[in-house]
């Protein structure tokens, strides 16, 4: 098959790791005879240095006409420290997500056995953890209405969401949850939040059409406890914009670094996969940052955008075969050798 894939690199160590799955993706590739052909489009604080805004249109266009966006990762400490910046990388992604209609995040959370004890968390408590956040991604907190009042002496954000919006992300967690252990968990705050009242109606009215899930509700302060205490409790979990972004980052320190763990977001049509770590800007051009989430979201990319299991697979083995013979970079070393991002990538790629 024949495919195009906007690269949006991005930030910091986006560039870096990017380039690790561009060598593996080919890889796979060759090795199943199928052609990909890489289209780089600017986003982040690399596209502001270029033309002033984080997603330009022309990236939109790139990314419209592909079959797929592999995305690194954005952001920059210069405007973190400037509260008064005007234009800021995440407002770049804010916008793509929105524009590409990518309503639904995926979040995988699983251990990989040569690791169990990397995780701060004891073994016991993690082993078995194969979890799956569908995080809801254009609306909420991040979306609704935001601004100033009282010569700025008060500010506000809204929360918005309708029921179309919970509806199309809880059919994408019932049709996950059915391909898995056919359990499912709405996370959401209905002791105190109307959204969440309207989360918590919408979920259940729905359960009906899926009669073999199995389905809980739980309030977003409880689950965070759970999920460090038993995360092998969970299968997949529903929830709203801002609730997912802060459990996620939590969730990822099971499988022992944040380096490790890829995403897919999903709509109606165009699909887009990245690592869930941010930009890391201390590591920026060190060929030290772990490449293997990013390797792993076009592992992602090749089983969700185009239906090509065992090409997925075969970057999944070769992950694990690397971690299980040492071949990791700082994060994972624990004092014995570490390889660079490039090293591992080339690793990867030869042994596919
Ligand atoms: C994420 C990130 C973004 C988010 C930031 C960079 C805007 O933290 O993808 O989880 O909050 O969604
Ligand atoms: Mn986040």
Request: net charge negative; glycine share 8%; proline share 5%.
């Amino acid at each position: 098959m024949k495919f195009n894939i906007a690269l949006l690199a991005g930030d910091g160590i986006g560039p870096e790791v990017i380039d690790q799955a561009v060598k593996v993706s080919d890889a796979v590739a060759k090795k199943f005879g199928h052609e990909i052909t890489w289209k780089p489009a600017l986003t982040g604080a690399a596209a502001i240095d270029e033309v002033g805004e984080p997603y330009p249109d022309s990236t939109h266009e790139i990314c419209l006409a592909s079959d797929a966006v592999l995305f690194g990762a954005i952001g920059h400490p210069r405007f973190d420290n400037d509260p008064s910046a005007k234009v800021r990388p995440e407002q770049g992604l804010l916008k793509m997500r929105k524009k590409l209609g990518l309503f639904a995040n995926v979040r995988p959370t699983f251990t990989f056995p040569s690791l169990i004890d990397k995780s701060p968390l004891k073994r016991e408590r993690i082993e078995g953890t194969d979890l799956v956040f569908l995080r809801e991604l254009t609306g909420g907190i991040y979306f609704g209405e935001k601004g100033r009042r009282d010569n700025g002496e008060t500010a506000y954000d809204n929360c918005v969401y309708t029921r179309a919006e919970v509806q199309r992300l809880a059919k994408k967690g019932f049709e996950l949850a059915m391909t898995r252990s056919k359990k499912l968990c709405c996370v959401d705050k209905a002791n105190v939040l109307e959204t969440s009242r309207l989360w918590r109606e919408t979920v259940q009215a729905m359960e009906k059409d899926y009669p073999e899930v199995e389905v809980s509700y739980e309030f977003v302060d409880a689950v965070a406890m759970r999920l460090v205490q038993w995360p092998n409790s969970y299968d997949v979990l529903i929830t709203e914009n801002l609730f997912g972004d802060i459990l996620t980052d939590e969730a990822s320190v099971i499988s022992g670094s944040m380096g490790l763990m890829p995403s897919a977001s999903m709509g109606s049509d165009i699909a887009l996969f990245e690592p869930i770590h941010g930009s890391y800007p201390q590591a920026t051009g060190l060929n030290i940052a772990n490449p293997l989430a990013t390797v792993l979201s076009a592992a992602m990319m090749f089983e969700t955008a185009f239906n090509l299991p065992e090409e997925g697979k075969a970057i999944r083995d070769v992950v694990n075969k690397s971690l299980a013979e040492g071949i990791v970079t700082e994060d994972l070393a624990d004092g014995a050798k570490a390889y660079g991002t490039k090293e591992v990538g080339d690793w990867l790629a030869a042994n596919i």
